[in-house]
């Protein structure tokens, strides 16, 4: 028999910290369970990986002195990030817009690094290709707002990996002919970005697909393990550093083109993150 309480019925219902979500998707993670103020506390902490990696590539490209085309990359990165931190945090679609393109652009960017690796490229196509890029990202922003279909920005967020994918292919299959050090530390880069892509790509579709199951299984575990099976986390870490690698293999690449490779090698941090920086000669 439930016994009514005037005083309890007055009290208003707890409501979310940024309200209801108004975003189109709504991940497997429980909302607001961790801490009052993040919807999705896993997803949005594990963006401090995409931080971390784009103010490293970020300092490398300025004490080194490359080209602020590479700079850009990162900085772009970089508001990838923040806007998934935001998205995920609030669950609100204008901060989802901020997530979702900005990895439209910031791919642009590193498709543009792809197809003008080549120094022997024609003078005067910098300005055809950029205008193209910028009528892609036009075009597909355009649609996107006007469709709300998460699925469009995905295959146009795809369309561009795979441009970038196969580009750095034919690269590497040139540079074999001629470099083969470069080759083998080409490769290595281009590995590590395609794996790192991949699986995070295999996770974010097992925690779309299995959800349910998925949390049911961190509702039977203890607390502390529960957060190990959050898999859309491990897509924003996954993708973070395959994103960090695909432009530290676009520094390389365009060295290799210029001829100014042997003034730079590859080193890596503690943690095995690869990074470019000046031969000891140069130093």
Not at 9 to 34: F, L, M
Not at 169 to 177: L, P, S
Not at 214 to 236: C, D, E, G, K, T
Not at 239 to 248: D, F, P, R
Request: aromatic content about 14%.
């Amino acid at each position: 028999m439930r016994l009514d309480n005037p005083v309890a019925d007055a009290i208003p219902k707890a409501i979310n910290y940024w309200g209801d979500a108004t975003s189109t998707i709504d991940w497997c993670e429980e909302n607001y369970v961790v801490c009052k103020y993040i919807a999705e506390f896993w997803n949005t902490s594990t963006n401090l990986v995409f931080f971390a990696l784009a103010l490293l590539g970020m300092y490398k490209v300025r004490v080194t002195g490359q080209e602020n085309r590479f700079l850009l990359c990162y900085m772009a990165m970089l508001v990838v990030g923040l806007g998934s931190w935001l998205f995920h945090m609030t669950l609100q679609y204008k901060w989802q817009l901020a997530d979702e393109l900005p990895m439209v652009y910031g791919t642009c960017v590193c498709l543009y690094c792809a197809l003008r690796a080549d120094v022997k490229a024609r003078v005067g196509s910098d300005l055809t290709v950029s205008l193209a890029l910028f009528a892609y990202s036009t075009i597909v922003t355009l649609v996107y707002v006007q469709i709300r279909k998460p699925v469009f920005h995905q295959v146009a967020y795809g369309i561009e990996v795979f441009c970038i994918v196969l580009l750095n292919t034919r690269h590497q299959i040139e540079i074999r002919k001629t470099n083969p050090r470069a080759y083998i530390e080409l490769r290595q880069l281009f590995w590590v970005g395609l794996l790192s892509f991949g699986a995070a790509f295999v996770l974010w579709n097992i925690d779309n697909i299995f959800c349910g199951n998925l949390r049911a299984i961190r509702n039977a575990l203890p607390s502390v393990f529960s957060p190990f099976f959050q898999l859309h986390a491990y897509w924003h870490i996954g993708t973070a550093l395959g994103c960090y690698t695909t432009i530290v293999y676009q520094q390389y690449l365009r060295l290799v083109k210029l001829n100014t490779i042997g003034d730079y090698r590859i080193r890596k941090t503690a943690l095995f993150v690869p990074y470019l920086d000046k031969s000891v000669k140069e130093i």
